[in-house]
């Protein structure tokens, strides 16, 4: 390229970029058209669907989760994370003892939200929630429980 | 308000006034320094907005209606701070650094003409002596750097010093295109020699062209963005000012945007027609100083606004590639349009609105 054609060539390219700068700035000055900022206390927050923010069991309306006590997670979790705490009791079903978890204990404050344990879930009892609010001022109330009190083994998800 | 100081200062200085002269002395300077702290909050909060519309973000919103307290807010912020200084500092260069940088932005700010007869010191040199006076801030970084006992420091002020000589050299020529116009290099005589038709127009395609390299020296002798080699984060930490803390950060950080303003000023007053209303739809109005005082500021404005928009779409430059710019471009553009200009002006072919519709 000559002398006098790269001078224009500059000209034209910088032209070029202030177009592309400038057509965001200017509708932004006004009516701030393409401004991405979320000013979130006041704003409500946008979470995707796929955010990790939390391991959270599922319960149905009968107060029913679908974790079996098979511990899958546990071994799963490279940090040891998550901690079931179980207990043989009798299956009203059946009339034999059973094993069923008595705690499903979640570290928060351990987790990385890597997801093995919800990849290793052979049930599908445990899962992400979007939840983001999880910053406390005492750690020991990052220790959760995952099943709620009272919550026994959905019907029909062993077989 | 006719501020006459150069005036009055002679005369003091000869003993035929008294100490009133020194109280209006005084006052002027008040007013001026009060402008000077008034104009860099504003100017930064005025970045930061920008910058953030650019950015698609919303910037300072938050202190103040439209976040218009953030910046005084931050001034309070870096008063309250500890001044450190390193242990192996020169202490009289390091303090003496950011001393001279804003008197040098405070001696230029004094020869701006704000508005007819609203200027401090309006010499029949003006427009040399500012380019001889901003020339003498980069010693300022030169002070503080070597003063602050740190390779990067130095490395960002040589830069500077290396900048500074670079283009100041070819602000010069785009000025002498000016003067060449105006036959004059008093600041107010070359604002009113733009009645009728702006310096930008009157020279055509040299006028141009002296305003386009204008503009690039000006953003080069501000140290800003593209141009900003003197504190390239990424390569310097913070350049110059890396060792200063507190008002000592907030002076440099200060001045850059005085110069920022002051360079703004004299692009509206050497190509934009300075205090004169556009085709003259002010001039039967009252309060002329008012009016001045208005389109000199928003032509101002427009000038800091298109630099602001350099510096938010420009990647940096190389050091390399800036001086191949300045030495192998803007240079030889300079003489040659120097060269042109005198054509121009010798043979009387220039745009004159007056001249061509006869009145």
């Known amino acids: 390229m000559g002398y006098f054609n790269k001078i224009i060539n500059a000209i034209k390219t910088l032209l070029q970029g202030m177009q592309v700068t400038g057509h965001y700035f200017f509708p932004n000055l006004f009516k701030r058209k393409y401004v991405i900022t979320r000013q979130y206390p006041d704003e409500p927050p946008v979470v995707f669907e796929r955010f990790k923010g939390e391991v ?5 309306e009968n107060n029913e989760h679908r974790c079996t006590g098979c511990q899958a997670c546990e071994i799963a979790c490279p940090n040891g994370s998550i901690e079931i705490i179980w207990k043989r009791e009798l299956d009203p079903a059946t009339g034999k003892k059973k094993k069923m978890i008595d705690k499903h204990i979640y570290h928060l404050g351990m987790c990385t939200s890597c997801s093995l344990c ?42 | 308000m006719n501020l006459m100081t150069a005036n009055i200062f002679a005369q003091w200085l000869q003993g035929t006034h008294g100490w009133l002269y020194v109280l209006i002395l005084v006052l002027i300077v008040a ?29 300072p919103n938050r202190v103040g209606p439209w976040g218009s307290l953030q910046t005084i807010a931050d001034a309070l912020k870096l008063v309250s701070k500890e001044i450190f200084i390193p242990k192996f500092a020169d202490k009289l260069l390091y303090k003496a650094g950011y001393y001279l940088v804003i008197i040098t932005a405070l001696i230029g700010i004094s020869l701006i003409p704000f508005a007819r007869e609203i200027q401090a010191f309006d010499i029949n040199v003006g427009i040399f002596f500012i380019s001889a006076v901003s020339s003498v801030g980069v010693l300022g970084i030169l002070f503080g750097a070597w003063g602050s006992r740190n390779k990067y420091s130095l490395i960002g002020a040589m830069r500077s010093g290396l900048q500074m000589v670079s283009y100041e050299l070819s602000a010069g020529f785009a000025v002498v295109t000016v003067v060449l116009m105006a036959g004059t290099l008093k600041l107010s005589s070359i604002v009113e020699a733009q009645h009728g038709t702006w310096f930008l127009f009157k020279g055509h395609i040299a006028s141009i062209v002296a305003f386009m390299i204008f503009m690039i020296a000006g953003t080069a002798e501000t140290n800003r963005v593209p141009f900003d080699l003197v504190e390239g984060e990424s390569e310097l930490g913070a350049g110059f000012h890396t060792e200063y803390s507190g008002m000592g950060f907030a002076y440099f950080f200060l001045a850059e945007f005085i110069n920022m303003f002051i360079i703004a000023a004299l692009t509206s007053t050497l190509f934009l027609g300075g205090w004169l209303a556009p085709f ?54 300079g003489l040659v349009n120097t060269v042109l200009m005198a054509l121009f002006v010798w043979k009387d072919w220039l745009f004159d609105i007056g001249k061509i519709f006869g009145l």
């Open chain 1, 118 to 159: 919800i990849q290793a879930c052979p049930t599908n009892a445990i899962m992400w929630s979007t939840n983001f609010h999880s910053a406390t001022y005492d750690r020991h109330s990052l220790t959760k429980v995952l099943n709620r009190p009272g919550s026994k083994l959905m019907a029909g998800v062993e077989e």
């Open chain 2, 280 to 333: 003259g739809i002010t001039d039967a109005l009252p309060a002329q100083w008012f009016w001045g005082l208005f389109w000199f500021m928003l032509k101002t404005m427009s000038v800091i606004f298109l630099m602001m928009w350099f510096r938010w779409t420009f990647p940096r430059l190389r050091i390399d590639q800036l001086l191949t710019l300045e030495w192998k471009y803007l240079l030889p553009i």
């Open chain 2, 31 to 59: 007013i001026y320094l009060g402008f000077f702290a008034v104009a860099g909050l504003l100017l930064v909060l005025m970045e930061r907005r920008v910058a953030g519309f650019f950015q698609l973000r919303l910037g």
């Open chain 1, 56 to 60: 959270v069991m599922w319960h149905n």
